[in-house]
């Protein structure tokens, strides 16, 4: 199996790059923070949000690296900015990846979850038996249905999950600009 790159350079602004835990630990913590707002309404932990989730959700991510999860931090002119994942889980298909992202309110309308996805989306068709990539997302959030539309993703019929309807994006190996 070809694993995804630990670290990835994306041009002179943008690195996507495994988490380090405990390094990343106090930006990380203040990013989110100053992004809960932005994040809200698509997040389901902002009511736990705190110092020892932060370390709990960075540990984990540091731990699952390679058990069907890469999750990056996105670094913008070196500063965390966000954060990105390839990840399955149980209702992902046996050929593909799903691929997530979030952004501090201040990286948002550059390009960068567009080049992130990009990015991720080539890593996981390195891997063996990886034919598709997907993002899902609920269907009112508009700023992360842009990302997929942008890059040639066909929309799919939307799915409940957890009482919320979803859009859903796939995009096979042979689409990939």
């Known amino acids: ?12 602004e943008v690195v996507l790059r495994r988490f380090e835990d405990p390094a990343d630990l106090p930006e990380l913590h203040r990013v989110i923070g100053e992004s809960l707002d932005h994040l809200e309404p698509w997040i389901s932990w902002s009511e736990v949000y705190s110092p020892d989730w932060t370390a709990t959700f960075l540990s984990r991510r540091v731990e699952r690296w390679g058990h069907g999860e890469y999750t990056y931090v996105i670094l913008l002119d070196g500063s965390i900015a966000g954060a990105c994942q390839l990840h399955q889980h149980e209702l992902t298909p ?7 992202y979030w ?8 390009g960068v979850a567009t ?4 990015a991720l989306a080539r890593q996981a068709f390195r891997m063996p038996d990886v034919d598709r990539v997907i ?5 009112d959030n ?5 990302v997929p539309a942008r890059l ?22 042979e689409a990939l600009v």
């Open 94 to 100: 046996g050929d593909a990846y799903e691929i997530g």
């Open 135 to 139: 993002v899902a997302h609920e269907v």
């Open 1 to 12: 199996m070809t694993a995804p790159s630990p670290r990835i350079r994306l041009d002179d």
């Open 152 to 173: 040639g993703f066909t929309e799919l019929p939307s799915v409940m999950v957890d009482g919320v309807e979803n859009r859903v994006w796939s995009l096979h190996r």
């Open 142 to 146: 508009h700023a992360s249905a842009s």
């Open 115 to 118: 080049r992130a996805t990009r």
């Open 103 to 110: 952004l501090h309110p201040a990286a948002t309308g550059l």
